[in-house]
């Protein structure tokens, strides 16, 4: 008996059914077992179209309340797809970042220097290429003396309070299928 079937299963050989139920009943079959709701799309780009116009409406609802839209947001090369719509909503449908507070979600520790980190990927990936002010981007530094830590994350965690909270958390998949640090088997409080 195979047990590791996940590295054979494609969707071009799953039909959609499976993955894009036609009705409520049929998606309430198929995520009955779920502890956490999940969609399938065909492609990565479609899958990141998708979240990359969710952020965006966020970010524009939030404009038309006059406040800020808070997100937290990781480096890495999984979220680069929805970086690279966000960018182009940036460029070509004039979507703006000047109301939007981003708090970067991890950094690696202990750095030698802060351009080999998480924050560096993040501003090379999307930070340098939209119009959010330096001042509305909170970043853990991987640099920081160790005693420092906790004085720091106490501070961040204050810093996302007084901002008003996340209104928007992009998380990042490993190699090992891992969401944001989490192992297999997490629940959905860990």
């Given at each position: ?12 050989r799953?039909?959609?059914r ?24 065909e ?28 997100l ?24 703006s ?22 924050v ?37 965690e ?13 998380l ?19």
């Amino acid at each position: 008996m195979k047990t590791n079937l996940s590295s054979q299963i494609s969707l071009h050989r799953v039909s959609p059914r499976y993955y894009r139920p036609e009705n409520a009943f049929e998606k309430s079959v198929l995520t009955r077992l779920e502890k956490i709701p999940t969609d399938i799309y065909e492609s990565v780009e479609e899958g990141a179209n998708y979240i990359a116009c969710e952020i965006a409406q966020t970010i524009r609802e939030k404009q038309k309340a006059g406040r800020f839209c808070v997100l937290a947001l990781p480096g890495g090369d999984s979220p680069s797809h929805v970086y690279t719509e966000l960018i182009r909503m940036h460029k070509e449908e004039q979507l703006s970042f000047r109301n939007v507070v981003v708090f970067v979600e991890y950094e690696f520790f202990p750095l030698v220097s802060p351009s080999a980190g998480n924050v560096a990927q993040l501003k090379e990936a999307l930070l340098d290429h939209i119009d959010i002010a330096p001042e509305n981007i909170y970043a853990p530094d991987g640099c920081m003396p160790k005693d420092a830590i906790i004085d720091f994350c106490r501070m961040y965690e204050e810093n996302i309070q007084k901002a008003g909270g996340l209104d928007y958390i992009l998380l990042g998949v490993g190699h090992a299928s891992n969401i944001m640090f989490n192992g297999v088997g997490s629940t959905l409080s860990s």
